[in-house]
């Protein structure tokens, strides 16, 4: 059956070298208007919570939201899915420092624009549930020890809670990616941060 992974995957196919047709058809397909260009697969983890929990179908409305493996990568997908390429409307999310990659491959691309993490989307997350609601979800994820083991090293002595609590996150590999869909499932009302909220309005 033809699904929006399918899509992902020959884009990410095309964006590493590889034919396009097949990407091509699937758009025809799939009716594909719209890309959300994101960094990485945490990211793609808390976009998808999000739509979840907002009741949204983004494949069914013709979104593909796409974890490009890096900011560095994003001339390429906007190469393939912008103007040049599929010709869709082209949507990113980044950090801050991220910026002015996307800024400029956008720049020649129909857009809805690029939102902005002060610094990545973790760190928005924990700001707006507060370092306490962060442990408890640690905690209720069975990494209490873990935790605590990893703020009495060293090299944390001193530093702010919210940055222990994102440093942890990118410790062990896929615990970025899970965080990622729970720190959005934990948000309540009122406290989806401003890049995530602009970007769901945009679609």
């Known amino acids: 059956m033809v699904d929006m992974g399918m899509?992902?995957?020959e884009v990410t196919r095309w964006a590493g070298g590889g034919p396009g047709q097949s990407a091509r058809e699937l758009?025809?397909?799939?009716?594909?208007?719209?890309?959300?260009?994101?960094?990485?697969?945490?990211?793609?983890?808390?976009?998808?919570?999000?739509?979840?929990?907002?009741?949204?179908?983004?494949?069914?409305?013709?979104?593909c939201v796409v974890a490009m493996g890096g900011a560095m990568s994003v001339g390429r997908y906007a190469q393939i899915l912008g103007p040049s390429g599929l010709g869709l409307r082209l949507v990113g999310l980044c950090d801050e420092r991220e910026r002015p990659f996307f800024d400029r491959a956008l720049n020649s691309a129909p857009h809805s624009g690029v939102f902005v993490c002060t610094a990545d989307l973790e760190d928005e997350l924990i700001r707006a549930l507060g370092s306490a609601r962060i442990e408890q979800?640690?905690?209720?994820?069975?990494?209490?020890?873990?935790?605590?083991?990893?703020?009495?090293?060293?090299?944390?002595?001193?530093?702010?809670?919210?940055?222990?609590l994102r440093r942890?996150?990118?410790?062990?590999?896929?615990?970025?990616?899970?965080?990622?869909?729970?720190?959005?499932?934990?948000?309540?009302?009122?406290?989806?941060?401003?890049?995530?909220?602009?970007?769901?309005?945009?679609?």
């Open 137 to 164: 979800i640690i905690q209720a994820e069975e990494e209490l020890r873990a935790w605590q083991t990893f703020v009495q090293q060293p090299a944390q002595h001193g530093r702010p809670r919210h940055q222990q």
């Open 27 to 63: 758009a025809e397909l799939l009716r594909v208007h719209t890309a959300v260009l994101l960094e990485g697969l945490s990211d793609l983890a808390a976009v998808e919570a999000l739509a979840v929990g907002r009741s949204r179908d983004l494949a069914a409305e013709g979104v």
């Open 168 to 203: 942890f996150m990118g410790t062990k590999k896929g615990r970025k990616i899970r965080y990622g869909r729970l720190l959005v499932e934990a948000l309540g009302p009122g406290q989806v941060p401003a890049p995530l909220e602009g970007l769901f309005a945009g679609l």
């Open 7 to 9: 899509f992902r995957s």
